[in-house]
């Protein structure tokens, strides 16, 4: 089995859709995925994820799914001295850096930041949408991997966001997902592959194979986005999409 997590367009956030570079991602990415063969679609419910898939789906004069669960990571927390709430990409690093239990993939919920949100709710409620979509492929969970009774060659995409794809591939991997959050990105209109390994019969892993990659926008000389990262070196304006 290979899944596909492709992550939306660069997004014009106020209006939950693209701006007009990332209508031209979406154009270059529906290129992409109009040559490799694709069993089924879903699509988070939020606009600029919608509006990045439709491209592709008229290409192919598809239909995609829309799963509630997809939509974008809506944990939060709450800042202890303002009371407002972030999310958990927002950390900064001299926080999360020095909390050890967030980067253990079974203690990370009991972080004292962590449990005054939901973030362990939506963590929870992703991972159970995800295996109900691997069971209708005959997949079950069985521990940290995947009984199934037929290894199949079927490949799904999933358009959706990157919060939400660090959740899966956190659950898929087992990698802490505090480590992902902080640790990769995933650029706007990318798309992340994983494919199962079975190398006893019957029960499988997941593999990345490639994370974020947009290689659709390098050969049409399309920049890459830098939504979702901040600024490489302080007070410079790098055009990075977020700053300190």
């Known amino acids: 089995m290979k899944i596909l997590l492709i992550r939306h367009g660069e997004p014009d956030y ?50 995609a799914e829309v799963l509630n669960w997809l939509q974008e990571f809506r944990g939060t927390v709450v800042d202890p001295k303002t009371g407002v709430r972030s999310y958990a990409w927002d950390f900064m690093p001299q926080y999360w850096t020095r909390c050890p239990e967030l980067a253990d993939m079974d203690a990370w919920t009991e972080n004292p930041l962590i449990a005054t949100g939901n973030s362990a709710e939506i963590y929870a409620e992703t991972t159970r949408g995800l295996d109900a979509l691997l069971s209708r492929y005959g997949y079950h969970r069985k521990g940290a991997l995947y009984a199934t009774e037929r290894n199949t060659n079927v490949t799904i995409a999933l358009f959706c966001h990157f919060g939400i794809s660090m959740n899966i591939l956190s659950y898929l991997l087992r990698i802490p997902f505090h480590l992902l959050l902080h640790g990769f990105i995933m650029a706007p209109s990318s798309i992340t592959t994983l494919v199962t390994e079975e190398r006893i019969p019957g029960e499988v892993w997941f593999r990345c194979t490639a994370l974020g990659d947009t290689a659709h926008l390098s050969v049409a000389g399309e920049p890459i986005s830098h939504y979702g990262r901040y600024r490489e070196q302080y007070g410079i304006d790098d055009g990075l999409g977020a700053k300190e």
């Not at 979406?26 to 490799?36: P, R």
């Open 14 to 63: 106020a209006i939950d859709s693209l701006t007009e570079k990332g209508w031209r991602e979406a154009e270059l990415l529906s290129k992409q995925l109009s040559t490799m063969r694709i069993d089924d679609f879903f699509v988070s419910p939020l606009g600029r994820a919608q509006d990045t898939a439709r491209a592709t789906l008229s290409r192919l004069n598809r239909k």
